[in-house]
């Protein structure tokens, strides 16, 4: 989609990919982007991981649970079209991540006909789409699109992957970020990663995470949070 204004490559199990797609749905009601909601998969990025070695225990089912829900996602787009994909990301990371966890929940959950049948009910979509949860034939619509995220970042990077006025604009993987901006900081942050991932120089800016994502599925909610930075550093200010 050449008219887009944005492609996000979306997990739809990774919490800092919400994050950030919570953000960017902030700027595109400002600034009245359009955005595609496109796919890359994190169980793909890291195929050939041991995921024993690397990851805890969870994640290798949680990275094939996100696998399975795209397929979902390839195959409401072909069905349904890409607004219907909108829908569905935001219902996805809705029940996923703001809402209370649930004691005991398997690590997968998300993969199955159970958890998906509601999240389609709540955007509106038929859940006769589930079956596609166990349809591997959507795998190379995912395949495609994930080479294609990874083709315009490098490879060592997560999600999601931002590609800003495709084909020839910017593209970056992140921001990662842990909490909302206001409405108002949120365009700000905006055009200061554009502006820096523009530097045709530009490779590399990070820190050591601070803080979990302020998901309630996580059980960090932003009126939990006791200290805050304020928006331009300096001071501190307690919240609670």
């Not at 050449?2 to 919570?22: E, L, Q, R």
Request: with cysteine; proline share 6%; aromatic share 10%.
């Amino acid at each position: 989609m050449a008219d887009a204004d944005i492609h996000f490559y979306f997990d739809p199990v990774c919490p800092f990919c919400w994050m950030t797609s919570k953000w960017v749905r902030m700027v595109q009601a400002k600034r009245d982007y359009v955005v595609d909601w496109r796919f890359i998969s994190l169980r793909m990025v890291n195929a050939a991981v041991d995921y024993d070695a690397q990851f805890p225990p969870e994640y290798e089912a949680g990275h094939t649970a996100g696998l399975r829900l795209l397929r979902v996602a390839a195959r409401t787009r072909a069905e349904h079209g890409r607004d219907a994909v909108a829908r569905l990301h935001v219902a996805l990371g809705t029940h996923i991540f703001d809402q209370e966890s649930v004691a005991g929940t398997e690590p997968g959950h998300s993969g199955t006909r159970e958890f998906a049948e509601p999240v389609l009910a709540d955007a509106g979509l038929p859940g006769e789409l589930a079956d596609a949860l166990d349809d591997a034939s959507w795998d190379k619509v995912v395949r495609a699109e994930t080479d294609e995220a990874l083709a315009l970042t490098g490879k060592d990077v997560g999600t999601p992957i931002l590609h800003f006025q495709p084909p020839t604009g910017v593209a970056f993987f992140g921001p990662v970020i842990s909490r909302l901006p206001t409405e108002e900081q949120a365009v700000e942050l905006w055009d200061h990663v554009v502006g820096l991932a523009r530097f045709p120089g530009f490779a590399e800016l990070k820190r050591s995470l601070r803080e979990l994502p302020q998901l309630r599925a996580l059980g960090v909610r932003a009126d939990e949070v006791g200290e805050q930075e304020d928006w331009h550093g300096g001071s501190r200010r307690q919240k609670r």
